[in-house]
């Protein structure tokens, strides 16, 4: 267990849907980083936050957003669906601000299947 | 701009031999960071290894070593004695000094055979 815990693990929808993917970062830790890896594209950073304030996007369309609440948990919404959004979405947190001196932790990921 | 690259894609070895991941990265940051993890078949980023610009000591765990060379910008993966559980996706990345993001190579698929 890596202390990052990502809900649900798996989902499958529909076209046209959205979806909300949780995480929760290891205790302690202040920033929370979106990736998304399919299998043409590999691992892409979608978003980063920091003690609740958006610090780097990536490239993340615009029918995705994210936020970070108050008790660090964040939140990637993915809407408007399409076939191409099936990926697994993973979440990493770490302690700063974004230096990799102090690493980052991924989860488990959630696996997003759109049909 | 930062950039990772895993020129090999696929890797099939028999168990027991030895075997290298190549990792050439990018970066005009002095201050930057670089990274191994390990992604087995059920799915989970497994980190490996984190190594600062200003360390170029090679690092032995076990089995697994790793190569920084600043010189050639590589940072290479080295399995020892493989083993089939050794079997995987591994990823190289690169943190820079005020990026606020870790950019991923594309991944070496290693196939470790009996």
């Known amino acids: 267990d890596s202390g990052v815990t990502q809900t649900p693990k798996h989902l499958i929808t529909a076209t046209g849907q959205r979806v909300t993917l949780r995480c929760s970062p290891r205790?302690?830790?202040?920033?929370v980083y979106w990736y998304q890896q399919s299998l043409d594209q590999g691992l892409q950073f979608l978003i980063h936050?920091?003690?609740?304030?958006?610090?780097a996007k990536g490239n993340i369309l615009e029918r995705f957003s994210a936020q970070q609440f108050p008790d660090l948990h964040s939140e990637l919404n993915l809407s408007s669906l399409e076939l191409g959004d099936s990926a697994l979405y993973f979440c990493a947190s770490s302690v700063a601000g974004g230096r990799g001196d102090y690493g980052y932790t991924f989860g488990s990921g959630t696996r997003l299947t759109v049909v | 701009a930062q950039k990772v690259t895993q020129a090999q894609t696929e890797i099939s070895v028999v168990e027991k031999e030895d075997v290298t991941l190549d990792c050439v990265y990018e970066?005009?940051?002095?201050?930057?960071?670089l990274f191994w993890y390990k992604q087995p078949p059920s799915g989970e980023l497994v980190f490996l290894i984190r190594r600062n610009s200003f360390d170029e000591q090679n690092e032995i765990s076990g089995r697994y070593s790793w190569n920084f060379q600043k010189s050639t910008s590589s940072f290479n993966f080295t399995i020892t004695a493989s083993q089939v559980v050794d079997s995987a996706v591994y990823f190289c990345?690169?943190?820079?000094?005020?990026?606020?993001?870790?950019?991923f190579g594309s991944g070496t698929r290693l196939s470790i055979r009996p």
């Open positions: 970066t005009r940051d002095t201050t930057y960071y």
């Open positions: 990345a690169l943190a820079g000094s005020s990026a606020s993001k870790i950019i």
């Open positions: 205790s302690g830790d202040l920033s």
């Open positions: 936050y920091y003690n609740g304030e958006e610090r």
